[in-house]
């Protein structure tokens, strides 16, 4: 079998979750946990197993891609939608990670998940969202790629409020929907305005963009932009993310690790001819992403909640890879993109097993200490901390380092000193997290033994928002370690993060992910640091503002916190601190919008468009054919011979016709 | 004056048809009592027969003549519902006046 009649089979990838899905929804009854799970989970890493074989094909076929039409689901006149995948450097790159990471998400879950009474339906959304993502990642156009796109949504929404018991849960699933389909509608357009110029949507023509007029590109790249804000959660869509923590802790890991958010970056990194023809896309790109990092690492530094601080982390990450976008280093991205899944990956497997071993609390201020408890756990978080902070040798600093030193190289100072800055940042909140969690004093005892209990009442969300009062302690015996499916997918996740690193080492004949995704971003301006000393230099500044993240963050929280109400970092960020914590009253300020101005202007919108002319059209065609029915009526007397007189005079009436026309 | 068969064209017996169906409409609009409006009826019906078989003599067409078969087979059929019809009405309201029965007044 060739390798091109290999790569045919490419369907099977996304095909083969999709079937665990179907399975598990039509027979979740019959199948018990923990079978679901381990079927899920197979199918899952089947799909991975194939994606590696997909991987190895490719490496055969010259030119790196491969299209498969699998049949044509709308032939319209000069407009067929085909059902179709592509294999290229991008799209498997992308399968990769997202059916590799998923595989250890599901094996996490069928630990963590265990006991709940909607075991295999959880895993049957799950194995769909991957399908999902797929989808997504190996679509031949647009228009597939969009069907996933609104898969991941559907799912988000289905996972997202999976405890729907609970009312913020059913509300944070909604929110994550509604403020994705604002970004959908850009998305949308988007493919509007490109079939309109292109008068197809598949990625072949990709090409032909920089035919068009460059206010064209710029409007299309940008509308794609905001497809990509919504889904990867950058100002000023990213509100939906930090919600979507009510979510069971998998399923954050899913999201931030491996599907949804990375599909901005994907859709930019696809379409990034339009975005190369129009510097001012790639200017707002460079500058939200910059700004997103920023602004989303200053709200982690104090949130209490230990999921709420590592998904304003995930938002910070993603502004840099978005940053990265915009100076035209899509390699650079795209390799953060794969160790920040695993990094993060970890970082959300540990804070599910930290919650899960310590009586389903969520307050960082009421844990510490837990290392003695969660050995394994803390191993994994500890390493995916380094990580995440850009120290070398591990693999968020080689990452991070790349898209920084590109944003120098490509003179865009203003987003390298933002994105500094943020490195700082991302050192100081994750030392907070990890030093609250696992060391410093233990603060999850219950002083009395009658404040102790286990189980919580399940409509109440334990997601902790910043200003609540720490929720009390109520441990009356240690924090346990998880099961071996748990603590498994988290060790070999970060063993991941450690070495991910070597993907892409910054040494002429190392940069492997460059070299592989050449093909896809051949018509991309290389950039590179002058010399090796100014890289360097560059390496040893960013690692720097790391450190004294770090060092500030070691110095205020390493003896923990002495009363749990107490938080020193807050204490002494002020006002600011405050503004942190409420994430710059965004929420609020739409939610005040809402109330206000756009609440009276629906109600002018409905006293006079609505009452007055819409309803005045419908009720005034009524009123017409009503009098004209009444008047009509009157012919009708009920009386034989008015009606024979009718028929007669009609008769007559032909007749005299007839005979004046001969 | 005898007339011979021959004097007799077929205009006569078409100018009889138009006269005989004049009285029937006529009548059927003026009458009011239902027997009667329905005998009318009969009247142009056959007007209408006379009509046909004229035609069929003077075009040597035998289709009049079969068209009036089919006439009077409605006819029948006609008298049959028609009757059974002003029958339930007698039985209901003893007297059949046609502007008596004006229900369906719109």
């Avoid at chain 1, 930090?242 to 379409?271: K, N, Q, W, Y």
């Avoid at chain 2, 048809?17 to 029937?24: M, N, Y």
């Avoid at chain 2, 006379?50 to 003549?65: I, P």
Wanted: aromatic share 12%; with cysteine; hydrophobic share 55%.
């Amino acid at each position: 079998m060739s390798s091109s009649d290999l790569l045919d089979l490419l369907w099977l990838v996304p095909a083969l979750p999709l079937a665990g899905a179907v399975t598990l929804m039509l027979f979740g009854k019959r199948i018990r946990e923990p079978i679901a799970g381990w079927v899920a989970t197979a199918l899952v890493g089947l799909s991975f197993v194939w994606t590696v074989v997909m991987f190895l094909a490719l490496r055969d076929v010259e030119p790196r891609a491969h299209e498969t039409i699998i049949w044509k689901l709308v032939p319209a006149g000069g407009f067929d939608v085909q059902l179709g995948f592509l294999a290229d450097p991008l799209s498997i790159t992308f399968a990769l990670f997202v059916t590799g990471v998923a595989t250890l998400i599901h094996l996490f879950s069928i630990g963590y998940m265990h006991g709940d009474e909607r075991f295999s339906r959880f895993f049957a959304y799950l194995n769909l969202f991957v399908a999902a993502m797929l989808v997504l990642v190996l679509g031949n156009g647009f228009l597939i790629t969009f069907l996933g796109w609104e898969g991941v949504g559907v799912c988000s929404y289905l996972l997202v409020s999976f405890w729907f018991e609970r009312p913020a849960a059913a509300i944070a699933g909604k929110k994550a929907f509604v403020t994705t389909r604002v970004g959908d509608f850009g998305f949308m357009l988007a493919m509007f305005l490109i079939f309109e110029k292109l008068r197809t949507l598949d990625y072949a023509a990709l090409d032909r963009a920089a035919t068009l007029s460059t206010g064209t590109a710029t409007a299309i790249a940008l509308l794609l932009f905001l497809g990509a804000v919504g889904k990867s959660a950058q100002f000023p869509l990213h509100v939906w993310l930090p919600d979507a923590m009510e979510g069971p802790t998998p399923v954050s890991a899913l999201i931030h690790a491996a599907t949804m958010v990375t599909a901005g970056v994907f859709i930019v990194a696809r379409a990034h001819p339009f975005f190369e023809h129009s510097g001012t896309a790639m200017t707002v790109v460079a500058w939200i992403g910059a700004g997103t990092a920023l602004l989303a690492g200053t709200i982690a530094l104090v949130q209490p909640d230990i999921k709420r601080v590592l998904a304003y982390s995930t938002i910070s990450q993603l502004g840099y890879m978005f940053l990265a976008l915009g100076v035209g280093a899509y390699a650079a991205a795209i390799f953060m993109v794969i160790t920040h899944a695993f990094y993060k990956g970890t970082l959300f497997l540990g804070a599910g097993s930290v919650i899960h071993g310590s009586g389903d609390t969520q307050d960082l201020r009421t844990m510490g200490g837990l290392r003695k408890y969660l050995p394994l756990t803390a191993g994994g978080f500890i390493v995916a901390w380094l990580a995440i902070a850009g120290m070398p040798p591990f693999s968020g600093f080689w990452s991070k380092d790349e898209i920084l030193a590109s944003a120098f190289s490509a003179h865009d100072y203003g987003v390298w000193v933002v994105g500094v800055a943020a490195a700082l940042l991302t050192g100081l909140y994750m030392t907070r997290e990890v030093f609250l969690v696992f060391f410093g004093n233990e603060r999850f005892r219950a002083e009395r033994a009658s404040e102790a209990r286990e189980e919580d009442d399940i409509t109440a969300s334990p997601t902790v928002a910043f200003g609540d009062a720490p929720s009390p302690a109520r441990l009356d015996h240690d924090p346990h370690e998880s099961p071996r499916t748990m603590t498994t997918a988290i060790l070999f996740l970060g063993a991941l993060a450690v070495v991910a690193g070597v993907l892409n080492l910054p040494f002429r004949s190392l940069e492997f992910l460059t070299e592989w995704l050449e093909p896809v971003f051949e018509d991309v301006p290389e950039i590179h640091p002058n010399s090796f000393v100014g890289g360097f230099a560059l390496s040893t500044l960013s690692v720097t503002m790391g450190l004294i993240g770090i060092l500030v963050a070691l110095s205020l929280y390493r003896q923990g916190l002495r009363r749990p109400d107490e938080d020193p970092g807050l204490a002494r960020l002020g006002f600011a601190g405050r503004l942190f914590g409420h994430a710059y009253h965004f929420d609020e300020s739409i939610a005040r919008l809402v109330a206000g101005p756009v609440t009276r202007f629906s109600d002018w919108l409905d006293r006079t468009v609505d009452s007055r002319v819409i309803d005045g059209a419908v009720n005034g065609i009524g009123g017409l054919f009503g009098s004209l029915g009444g008047g009509l009526r009157r012919a009708q007397t009920g009386l034989v011979r008015n009606y024979a007189l009718g028929v007669v005079l009609g008769a007559a009436g032909l007749l005299l016709f007839m005979l004046v026309r001969g | 004056m005898t007339l011979a068969a021959a004097d007799v064209t077929a205009n006569y017996y078409l100018v009889l048809a138009a006269l005989l169906f004049t009285v029937g409409a006529i009548g059927l609009l003026v009458r009011r009592n239902v027997l009667v409006m329905f005998m009318c009826v009969e009247l142009m019906l056959n007007a209408a027969n006379l009509t046909f078989v004229t035609f069929a003599r003077e075009l040597d067409d035998v289709g009049g003549q079969a068209i009036v078969f089919f006439t009077l087979v409605v006819a029948a059929a006609e008298v049959a519902v028609g009757l059974g019809i002003i029958v339930a009405i007698f039985r209901r309201r003893r007297g059949a006046t046609a502007d008596d029965l004006h229900i369906l007044k719109g």
